[in-house]
């Protein structure tokens, strides 16, 4: 089991930045890729970004692409996501998701965080 708590969410004015965290407990921290998704009302769960293992490789969704950054800090258990320019467009809840292997699809994740509620207001 790997468990997972966000935080850094908040309100933040269009332009903005915030950072959001993501500390793991449990099974070894860095043999698990990591994901960031969000969920805005109404709408299905999004991929963010998502980092592997090692944090050599990273990967973004084309709305976050140029403005977000992923990193993680191995020695600490923790991913973050780094959200320049931020949209009001940007406004929902940040779910962190854990998973051996790499994904963009949340169905292939195993473990998720319980979500941080980030606010963009124009």
């Known amino acids: 089991q790997v468990q997972l708590v966000e935080s850094g969410g908040g309100l933040v004015q269009a332009g903005g930045s915030l950072r959001l965290s993501c500390a793991a407990s449990?099974?070894?921290?860095?043999?698990?890729?990591m994901g960031w998704f969000r969920q805005a009302p109404g709408k299905e769960r999004e991929f963010v970004a998502a980092?592997?293992?090692?944090?050599?490789?990273?990967y973004y969704g084309a709305s976050v692409k140029g403005r977000f950054t992923i990193s993680r800090d191995n020695a600490k258990n923790t991913v973050y996501l780094q959200m320049n320019s931020l949209k009001p467009e940007d406004t929902a809840v940040y779910y962190c998701?854990?998973?051996?292997?790499?994904?963009?699809?949340?169905?292939?994740?195993?473990?998720w965080g319980q979500g941080t509620q980030v606010t963009v207001s124009s």
């Open positions: 998701a854990a998973d051996p292997r790499v994904a963009g699809s949340p169905e292939e994740y195993d473990y």
């Open positions: 449990g099974r070894t921290f860095s043999r698990y890729a």
């Open positions: 980092i592997s293992w090692s944090g050599g490789s990273t």
